[in-house]
């Protein structure tokens, strides 16, 4: 199970770090993702980790602004966010990749064990 935290209001520019905490003894055998959902619109794909954090992909949109990264031995997984945008104003998912194979996929349908939702608001 996966519970997703660390969210709040931020002006833009700012920063903040979400956290992605998992229950079970499992974590560190998947690889995993953030993704985010704006007010009527799709969820669509931020960044994605390897099971060990040797290997990160991001969306074009936060490149460069966002960390992926992760810490196996307390089940968590962050994403760093510098230079918020108004735009990135979403509630932000975690999830994990269904199987290997998968990787470098950026589909929704391609990670399950989806957890909460935490809230990010950017004001400009």
């Known amino acids: 199970q996966l519970q997703a935290s660390g969210g709040g209001l931020v002006q833009a520019g700012g920063s903040l770090r979400l956290s992605c905490a998992a229950s079970?003894?499992?974590?560190?055998?998947?690889?995993m993702a953030w993704f985010r959902q704006a007010p009527g619109k799709e969820r669509e794909f931020v960044a994605a980790?390897?099971?060990?954090?040797?290997?990160?992909y991001y969306a074009d949109s936060i490149k460069g602004r966002f960390t992926i990264s992760r810490d196996n031995a307390k089940s968590t997984m962050y994403l760093q966010m510098n230079s918020l945008k108004p735009e990135d104003t979403a509630d932000y998912y975690c999830?994990?990749?269904?199987?290997?194979?998968?990787?470098?996929?950026?589909?929704?349908?391609?990670?399950?064990?989806w957890g909460q939702g935490t809230q990010v608001t950017v004001s400009s």
């Open positions: 999830a994990a990749l269904r199987g290997s194979t998968l990787w470098g996929t950026r589909l929704s349908t391609d990670f399950g064990s």
């Open positions: 980790i390897s099971w060990s954090g040797g290997r990160t």
């Open positions: 079970g003894r499992t974590f560190s055998s998947y690889a």
